[in-house]
T-cell receptor
Framework: ETGVTQTPRHLVMGMTNKKSLKCEQH?????MYWYKQSAKKPLELMFV???????ENNSVPSRFSPECPNSSHLFLHLHTLQPEDSALYLC???????????????FGPGTRLTVL | KNEVEQSPQNLTAQEGEFITINCSYS?????LHWLQQHPGGGIVSLFM???GKKKHGRLIATINIQEKHSSLHITASHPRDSAVYIC?????????FGTGTRLTIIP
């Protein structure tokens, strides 16, 4: 495997379910990101981890819970989601995190989430 | 109102044409990114710039800090350039994205 991988690629869940999205990077990077992309809306940065510590949390509802157990893996735990949370969830990584610049990021293919 | 505005929203052109996509922003920034998103969702980072101009192959990105404006140019466009092009700015240490320009190149 190379680059940034995400699983699953597609997920359908009910509002009472608990599920997790997984991201893995094989680039030796130190920073990882979660993004949300809703239809007809700009990309939204959700969370940033640098060296396994959360450094950005952009007013994301608590029903989204990130976890970064090591610099290669990033999870997004989902529980009691709403239909408006249906979107494409993208993971990215970068060599380092520079708050004033946001270094070049390498993106995964995304997980298409549908909440019924 | 989004802090980052892109124009046009949609652009269709013939193969070989010179393409310009524009990005305007309303805040002081420390960096600007251009990204390419292909059908299916995959995103590729094209450029990061804070001044002047950068070139990579047939792609050229320019930025005018005083006018708060950046352009992405594609020379000798090809159908494989068909994608959504997204501008993102870093202002007050916050990353904000435009809604993207959907480019279609017809053979």
């Amino acid at each position: 495997e190379t680059g940034v991988t995400q699983t699953p690629r597609h997920l359908v869940m009910g509002m009472t379910n608990k599920k997790s999205l997984k991201c893995e990077q094989h680039l030796g990077h130190n920073a990882m990101y979660w993004y949300k992309q809703s239809a007809k809306k700009p990309l939204e940065l959700m969370f940033v981890y640098s060296l396994e510590e959360r450094v950005e949390n952009n007013s994301v509802p608590s029903r989204f819970s990130p976890e970064c157990p090591n610099s290669s893996h990033l999870f997004l735990h989902l529980h009691t989601l709403q239909p408006e949370d249906s979107a494409l969830y993208l993971c990215a990584s970068s060599q380092d995190f520079l708050r004033g610049q946001y270094n070049e990021q390498f993106f995964g293919p995304g997980t298409r989430l549908t909440v019924l | 109102k989004n802090e980052v505005e892109q124009s046009p929203q949609n652009l269709t052109a013939q193969e070989g044409e010179f393409i310009t996509i524009n990005c305007s922003y309303s805040v002081g920034i420390s960096a600007l990114h251009w990204l390419q998103q292909h059908p299916g969702g995959g995103i590729v980072s094209l450029f990061m710039l804070s001044s002047g101009k950068k070139k990579h192959g047939r792609l050229i990105a320019t930025i005018n800090i005083q006018e708060k404006h950046s352009s992405l140019h594609i020379t000798a466009s090809h159908p494989r350039d068909s994608a959504v092009y997204i501008c993102a700015v870093v202002g007050n240490e916050k990353l904000t994205f435009g809604t993207g320009t959907r480019l279609t190149i017809i053979p």
